[in-house]
């Protein structure tokens, strides 16, 4: 009878004490960041980022990512959070981030095959930089001052002359297209006109 009433008593007690210990931080989950901490001010799609970016005469720093890929959850939880980094994004870029599953046609469009994917445009959407993979903060700030320094170059000279290309870090493999070129036809074996002709 005592051993039940000594477990029932210290039992009735070890809520109390224990909320005694715990102290109003740490019930309060994960560290918050200070309002001073810099994070990259997303904007809310594309049509508002490039109304932003002609109105600033910004390039437009796109980011696809998805909710099941763990490099793109690595990538925006700690280089994009890096306080330098997402200051010199919000000083310089008009930044959206687009779901790679929910955003599939500009996907397309962009080429996007792989993710992470970064893509720097021109307000007039001229591409300044593709970048796949993920970088950590020096890698990805050394990328996006590139895509900045081609976009400064084309506001000195009207348009720059862009290189289209691809920048992958040295592990991912690299995918590849089919460069066959379609099989010309003749005049008898052409498809049929999507018009009539007179």
Not at 86 to 102: E, G, M, R, S, T
Not at 116 to 135: E, Q, W
Not at 171 to 198: D, G, H, K
């Amino acid at each position: 009878m005592r051993r039940r009433t000594a477990a029932f008593l210290l039992l009735a007690l070890v809520p109390l004490c224990a909320g005694s210990f715990l102290t109003p931080a740490a019930t309060a989950g994960p560290p918050k960041r200070s309002p001073s901490t810099p994070t990259v001010q997303w904007q809310d799609g594309l049509k508002v980022a490039h109304q932003q970016a002609m109105q600033q005469n910004k390039p437009i720093l796109i980011v696809f990512g998805a909710t099941w890929c763990g490099p793109c959850k690595t990538m925006k939880a700690e280089t994009l959070a890096h306080p330098e980094l997402a200051q010199h994004i919000n000083d310089h870029f008009v930044p959206v981030y687009l779901d790679f599953d929910q955003n599939e046609k500009v996907a397309n469009i962009l080429e996007i095959e792989s993710i992470p994917a970064v893509i720097v445009l021109s307000p007039n959407a001229d591409l300044l930089g593709r970048y796949i993979g993920f970088a950590k903060p020096q890698k990805f700030f050394d990328n996006i001052t590139e895509a900045e320094r081609l976009h400064m170059q084309s506001q000195q000279v009207g348009r720059a002359s862009i290189p289209n290309t691809v920048t992958r870090p040295t592990s991912a493999p690299t995918p590849t297209r089919s460069t066959a070129q379609p099989p010309v036809r003749s005049a008898s074996q052409s498809s049929p006109r999507p018009y009539p002709t007179r």
